[in-house]
């Protein structure tokens, strides 16, 4: 082949080459490329935005949320006796569980309330609520009474477990007593955080007290008179 013919063919071969090269960086901004890309931007500033706006909460979700957290707290300031007070392996175990939990729902309530710069109660004096610029007592379903409270601290072994289940159960219908007032209230519980809360206590503790009047029933006669 003559130089110049070869020479003419590899020319030819490079500007090939070369528009291929050039066609393969250009895909990159192709209208369909750029559409694509513009609706995956939509989306993620969409969500972005979904993300970023609150659940609606009510006046209802903030009273249940802050008399839950000194609900609770009475729950747990009675189990802490327990293994003080002589109780049973039975009762140890069930008052270990009330312990666990409702800490850990204590925390989820203070932390709720903090977050939407809401009063933060941090124990039993939660059944003080501001109505009008005024503080008041607002009596919660099931709380013992200082009575209630000075009869158990003072029984031992047998007679402890026997007034801690009947006092529990007592306890355990008035929150569900709250949940089902919360729900019944006009808006309340469209929060995530509050509804799953809400529902939460109404299982749990709707199955402790079915387990609780077993454990009572099953108890000695003459320990349950």
């Known amino acids: ?7 003419m063919i590899a020319s030819v071969l490079v500007l090939v080459l070369t528009a291929c090269r050039g066609t393969a960086g250009r895909g990159d901004h192709s209208p369909a490329t750029a559409t694509v890309t513009t609706q995956s931007d939509a989306w993620y500033a969409a969500q972005a935005r979904a993300d970023s706006v609150r659940h609606p909460y009510t006046a209802a979700d903030i009273q249940f949320m802050s008399r839950m957290i000194g609900h609770h707290s009475q729950a747990i300031v009675i189990s802490r006796w327990a293994p003080t007070h002589g109780a049973s392996a039975a009762i ?40 009008d610029g005024v503080e008041h007592t607002m009596p919660m379903p099931g709380m013992l009474s200082d009575a209630d409270l000075k009869r158990l601290d003072a029984a031992r072994g047998p007679g402890f477990d026997r007034l801690f289940l009947s006092l529990m159960i007592r306890h355990h219908r008035g929150a569900v007593a709250m949940v089902k007032d919360l729900f019944g209230s006009y808006g309340a519980a469209q929060d995530e955080t509050v509804f799953r809360l809400a529902s939460d206590v109404n299982v749990d503790q709707s199955t402790e007290i079915d387990r609780m009047e077993k454990m009572l029933a099953a108890l000695p006669l003459q320990i349950r008179r």
């Open 1 to 7: 082949m003559p130089i110049r013919v070869a020479g």
């Open 92 to 131: 140890l175990t069930l008052a270990a569980r009330i312990i666990n939990g409702q800490q850990d729902e204590i925390a989820t309530m203070q932390r709720w309330l903090r977050d939407r710069l809401q009063p933060v109660p941090h124990g039993m004096d939660s059944g003080m609520m501001m109505m």
